[in-house]
């Protein structure tokens, strides 16, 4: 869409779903009333005489369909294919395909192996490899030195082996951020890119990162080869940079020191080619070539058969039906995961107020531990003094100064319920009582005492 309205295009779009974030991409197009959007509308219009019909997910407006059948089209179709395993991309009415499009194309030469194998005509395939557009190739880079200071993630499903090397990266004092998915989705632009010295991931956004002498590392869920060189770009290339050229997994560790380790030579790689991979992935220069096709150049008139025409329309209808449960579903899932989010949170925080609680119950033990030795302490002193000749041999002077006093005389009954403070102040009374201090001076003076 982008392409066309810079190239002052009138651009008519018909889609199953238009949603966050391509919604606002699509509002921020500089359009001027050149862009049309219908958004699962099977009877909007499409009647216009059109310079160019463009297919993606097999998705074409029920209304042109019908005109295909009633009346027949002159407009050259291009039936573009972006996967090589999701059955979505695959062509699946290869029939209808080879009636209709001038071009059939694949985003890789294996994309093209993938979908031939269903019966599309070799005459008529293309491979499109992910341009980039111009603003990547004209964009304006400074130069860097030799050492990776500065890295950038773009992937929207980083598996963990890569989380954790980001992490070891990091601790090599790099700097890390991570783009798409959990971590937020981004479009990717030169001046995103300009920012770093090197990009980690897989598909469109290598071509747009070489475009800018950017080095690529090219890991993901798939695992990857690796920094891109001379020895495997073209295997790379052939499998769009997916990481399912070798499917190699490495952990943590090793992605970490290839990062480090080998930026400096992928680093000259990149901005050695720079030019030629500009140019190569040139959006202007390969839409161009595209267009100037003979194929599309000379396209012929098309129509469907009735028979045709209902098929396909059915499978839209199911196409769009399963798409629509799909877009539900993730949504759902969104839900469940924010809900899910939010209870792990509120675990965090229990767990938080559990340990410390746990902590308090912990100290109390302990305060209870330490009281208790104090008090056995206490009882055990107070149980010395009561227990000691002094004591016993003072009873008969206490009880006749209780006596003269009219008081009872002591005993020592109820100590138990007693807490230790108390406990120790009636040990220190008793031995300051005159009574005891009377016969520990009759012991002092008397040898036999």
Same mark, same amino acid.
């Given at each position: 869409m982008e392409y066309f309205l810079g190239a002052d295009w009138f651009v008519d779009v018909y889609t199953n779903d238009l949603g966050s974030p391509m919604l606002e991409l699509v509002q921020q197009l500089s359009s001027w009333g050149r862009l049309r959007v219908v958004v699962a509308d099977p009877e909007a219009p499409f009647d216009d005489d059109y310079d160019l019909i463009w297919i993606q997910h097999s998705l074409?407006?029920? &209304? !042109?369909?019908?005109?295909?059948?009633?009346?027949?089209?002159? &407009?050259?179709?291009? =039936?573009?294919?972006? %996967? @090589?395993? !999701?059955?979505?991309?695959?062509?699946?009415?290869?029939?209808?395909?080879?009636?209709?499009?001038s071009l059939s194309t694949g985003m890789s030469?294996?994309?093209? +192996?993938?979908?031939?194998?269903?019966?599309?005509?070799?005459?008529?395939?293309? @491979?499109?490899?992910?341009?980039?557009?111009?603003?990547?190739?004209?964009? &304006? @880079? %400074?130069? /860097?030195?030799?050492?990776? +200071?500065?890295?950038l993630v773009v992937s929207n499903h980083a598996p963990e082996e890569v989380r954790e090397a980001m992490g070891l990266v990091r601790g090599k004092g790099v700097h890390v951020e991570i783009l798409g998915g959990q971590d937020g989705p981004r479009r990717v632009s030169p001046e995103i890119l300009g920012e770093f010295d090197a990009v980690l991931t897989i598909g469109k956004t290598v071509p747009f990162a070489l475009s800018m002498g950017i080095p690529c590392y090219v890991y993901d869920h798939f695992g990857g080869i690796g920094w891109l060189d001379d020895g495997n770009f073209e295997h790379e290339h052939f499998h769009a940079f997916s990481g399912r050229a070798t499917r190699r997994m490495a952990a943590p560790d090793i992605i970490a020191r290839e990062l480090v380790e080998g930026y400096p030579d992928a680093a000259v790689?990149? /901005?050695?080619?720079?030019?030629?991979?500009?140019?190569? =992935?040139? !959006?202007?220069?390969? !839409?161009?070539?595209?267009? %100037?096709?003979?194929?599309?150049?000379?396209? &012929?008139?098309?129509?469907?058969?009735a028979e045709q025409a209902r098929r396909?329309?059915?499978?839209?209808?199911?196409?769009?039906d399963i798409y629509r449960l799909v877009v539900k579903l993730q949504s759902d899932v969104r839900g469940l995961q924010g809900g899910l989010a939010e209870a792990e949170a509120e675990c965090a925080e229990l767990r938080?107020?559990?340990?410390?609680?746990?902590?308090?119950?912990?100290?109390?033990? +302990?305060?209870? /531990?330490?009281?208790?030795?104090? =008090?056995?302490?206490?009882?055990?002193e107070l149980r010395g003094t009561l227990d000691s000749p002094i004591w016993r041999v003072s009873a008969p002077v206490r009880w006749a100064r209780a006596r003269l006093r009219g008081h009872q005389p002591f005993r020592a009954v109820g100590l138990e319920s007693m807490d230790a403070r108390d406990l120790a102040a009636l040990n220190v009374e008793i031995r300051r009582s005159r009574s005891w201090r009377m016969i520990e001076g009759l012991r002092g003076t008397s040898p036999r005492s």
């Open positions: 074409l407006p029920p &209304t !042109m369909i019908d005109r295909l059948c009633y009346r027949g089209i002159e &407009t050259p179709i291009v =039936w573009h294919h972006l %996967s @090589v395993f !999701m059955n979505i991309e695959m062509p699946i009415l290869a029939e209808i395909e080879n009636r209709i499009a030469p294996a994309a093209v +192996e993938a979908i031939m194998l269903f019966g599309l005509d070799p005459d008529h395939l293309l @491979v499109f490899d992910n341009p980039a557009p111009d603003c990547f190739a004209d964009a &304006t @880079v %400074s130069e /860097r030195n030799g050492r990776l +200071e500065r890295l790689y990149a /901005r050695d080619n720079r030019s030629a991979f500009a140019e190569r =992935w040139r !959006m202007s220069r390969r !839409m161009s070539e595209l267009l %100037s096709d003979p194929r599309i150049e000379t396209a &012929t008139p098309i129509a469907l058969t396909y329309k059915s499978f839209l209808e199911l196409y769009g938080v107020q559990l340990g410390m609680a746990e902590s308090r119950h912990r100290d109390s033990e +302990e305060k209870e /531990r330490a009281r208790q030795a104090e =008090w056995r302490s206490a009882y055990r």
